[in-house]
């Protein structure tokens, strides 16, 4: 057993019993290899990652490589999760030094923690092009001793590149917009959906701000023609997605990429971040595409990862459990995968035939090429059901019948399998993503259980994981751990802010308030202004701000948002909450030429120029559950909804007010007229989105 026995991460448990003398990330490995006069091997990955797992099994379980790194370096293990602010540091030194980054990220660092070299994922032996491990840890073993005055070079430059963050000092035009919308939508996959080619992710994030813009743009400010394509582009995209293997078609979720461009075999792994913000974005597609006939698709897409959420990712203390592995018994997928043979041996003939037609079953044979690979294949929407009843003229209503049978039966099957292991640590960033997200599925769907389950987990996570005015980024074994990063609180912020939004609650407007003001005591940059994404660097160079969005939104971005709305929320309030979104916006380092990673920074850019409408509501004795649910379908990024005192005079009809940086209309007396006064200040009959 390691110095990695101790830890609470079930990533860094697991690796306690390897030969290597791991040490966690602190400062005594640290003074231990200046002591020693040795490099620090630092591997960074995750539980849910698949080539982590390779790399453990092939070189740190061997006995004559650890012995090479336990003789030659000092070796420190960290979780991704866990530890995000050590992630995107290394991440980004190792794009400096080898154009790589990803998982497993292997970096060799000096004593003083710079890096000077890195790669991923390394073989045991030489092979795929790539030289093995133990040819690796050699040849660094011997530059670092033989080139002192190289390696010092080398991390002086890394060291002033990590710290060098050159700020624009102004916002960007609104033209910005127009301009990065029609980026995205010419570099949308035209067949198959999603951005560029293989491997894909889903961006989300860029999928949310098209969808924004859709809903709300001015026709005169972008054109019938953009608006068209940009919902082509999500029509095609979340339909591709929705059908091809990366989504589970037996048990409901994502996982976390696919490997291919159509979608069809990912890697298996599946993420609640990822899921939480795939929510989101198909519930945001169902509200705006009710006359669409692919509409249902993305209801039943929603409400079956949602269900996914339930049976696989809850704690029964109301929380969300972080990601499950890609593996099981050492394969990755075969959890999700079947063989022609066991589709044949659990299902009838009949239904052995239609689901062999629909998701391409076969024995390796048929163009799947996750079957080709190991004779197992990925469910994936091969042939649609309108394909099938007209070439076996049979009805689509018993097709659908057949394929509903036969999907409770293979997934009966497949929860008797060894189940990937499922990380039930909770991240406040992760949990909060899905907070919001079921807000937004139960406003738009209205079931009162999305709502229970978001604030059940929602107070949880503020009974247990503030403390005072600090957030915490983990919780496992009954204990909150780790002050908590930017993302951690911006995305509680906005999922806080949303819980207000449909519960009109006090608490919740303070807690968002409280939240916010600490997160500017603790990362924001008092010399030019934006948020640093850790408070305590702990020595760390590249004290980094963060405004490109990867697998989860920008934290700037977010936090851009959210003080737009508390400004909106709390006037009167002694915190220039809009002065300060507007220095976060003119912080950005650099001009946006990929929107695909400023998506955020762009929907927040949008909401600063078009600042939100307040729907004020005076409750009157009339004002019902439906009432709420009538308001619900009116707000979106730029409509939010606020409550004044209730009247306590008898017989009083509730009235409405929309109201812009302070100056309010008419008093409304009816939903009726409250909409006609949003629509005529979007100038516009286009639907609202949430």
């Known amino acids: 057993m390691n110095l990695l026995s101790k830890e609470k991460s079930p990533y860094l448990k697991e690796a306690s ?47 004559e490589i650890a012995e090479i790194i336990n003789k030659n370096f000092i070796a420190i293990k960290v979780d991704r999760d866990e530890r995000p602010d050590l992630d995107k540091l290394y991440q980004e030194a190792a794009q400096m030094i080898s154009g790589q980054g990803g998982w497993p990220l292997t970096v060799f660092l000096t004593h003083e923690k710079i890096p000077f070299y890195s790669g991923t994922y390394f073989p045991p032996v030489e092979r795929f092009g790539m030289p093995s491990f133990r040819n690796v840890l050699e040849s660094v073993c011997r530059y670092y001793n033989e080139n002192k005055s190289e390696i010092a070079s080398i991390t002086k430059s ?147 990862t949602i269900e996914y959420i339930k049976a696989e990712m809850l704690d029964e203390k109301g929380f969300f459990y972080s990601s499950q592995d890609a593996d099981t018994n050492n394969e990755e997928g075969e959890y999700y995968t079947w063989t022609e043979k066991e589709i044949n041996q659990i299902l009838s003939g009949k239904e052995a035939k239609f689901i062999s037609l629909y998701y391409g079953i076969a024995d390796g044979k048929s163009g799947n090429s996750f079957a080709d690979v190991n004779g197992r294949n990925v469910l994936y929407i091969r042939n649609s059901v309108e394909e099938i009843s007209k070439s076996l003229s049979i009805t689509i209503d018993e097709i659908n019948q057949i394929i509903q049978t036969s999907g409770k039966k293979l997934l009966a099957e497949r929860q008797n399998r ?152 709390t006037e009167g309030d002694n915190i220039d909450y809009l002065g300060k979104a507007e220095t976060t916006l003119k912080n950005i380092p650099s001009t946006i030429t990929e ?25 009157g004795n009339d004002y019902t559950e439906q009432t709420a649910k009538e308001l619900f379908r009116l707000t979106n990024q730029r409509i939010i909804l606020d409550v004044k005192p209730e009247s306590e005079e008898i017989g009083k009809p509730t009235i409405f007010y929309a109201c812009k940086k302070g100056t309010c209309s008419k008093p409304l007396n009816s939903i009726n007229e409250l909409q006609a006064v949003l629509l005529n200040i979007y100038n516009k009959r286009r639907n609202f989105l949430i």
């Open 17 to 63: 019993r390897q030969p290597v003398n791991w040490h966690p990330w602190c400062e005594e490995a640290f003074k231990k290899a200046g002591d020693e006069n040795k490099p620090v091997l630092l591997d960074i990955g995750a539980s849910w990652c698949h080539w982590c797992h390779v790399l453990d099994k092939e070189s740190y379980d061997n006995k």
């Open 158 to 304: 890394i060291k002033e590149s990590l710290e060098k963050k050159n700020a624009r000092n102004e916002i960007p035009s609104e033209n910005i917009i127009k301009e990065s919308v029609i980026k995205l939508i010419n570099s949308i996959d035209t067949i198959n959906g999603g951005f560029g080619s293989s491997p894909k992710f889903p961006n989300s994030e860029a999928l949310h701000f098209l969808l924004g813009i859709y809903a709300e743009a001015d026709d005169k400010k972008i054109s019938k023609e953009i608006l068209d394509s940009i919902l082509d582009a999500i029509m095609l995209t979340l339909t591709s997605m929705a059908n091809g293997g990366f989504y589970d078609h037996l048990r409901g979720g994502f996982h976390r990429y696919s490997t291919d461009e159509e979608w069809n075999v990912p890697h298996f792994e599946k993420m609640l971040s990822d899921n939480a913000l795939l929510l989101e974005v198909y519930m945001q597609a169902y509200k705006l595409t009710k006359n669409h006939p692919k509409n249902h698709l993305f209801k039943k897409i929603a409400e079956e």
């Open 418 to 569: 060894i189940k990937p292991f499922t990380d039930k640590t909770l991240y406040t960033n992760s949990n909060a993503l899905m907070i919001n997200s079921l807000i937004t599925a139960y406003k738009i769907l209205e079931k009162d259980e999305y709502m229970e389950l978001a604030l059940k987990a929602l107070t949880f996570i503020m009974d247990n994981l503030i403390k005072g005015r600090t957030l915490y980024h983990t919780y496992n074994d009954s204990e909150a751990r780790i002050q908590g990063f930017l993302d951690d609180y911006q995305y509680l912020i906005h999922a806080i802010l949303a819980a207000y939004e449909i519960t009109f609650d006090r608490k919740y407007l303070d807690t968002a308030a409280m939240l916010s003001k600490s997160a500017i005591e603790k990362f924001w940059d008092n010399s030019s202004g934006g948020f640093y994404y850790a408070e305590n660097h702990a020595g760390i160079i590249g004290h980094d701000k963060q405004y490109t969005d990867a697998s989860t939104p920008a934290g700037n971005s977010i936090a851009v948002i959210n003080l737009i709305k508390l400004s909106a929320l």
């Open 595 to 619: 929107p695909l990673y400023y998506s955020t920074y762009l929907t927040s850019l949008n909401l600063f120029i078009n600042y939100p409408i307040i729907i004020k509501i005076e409750k």
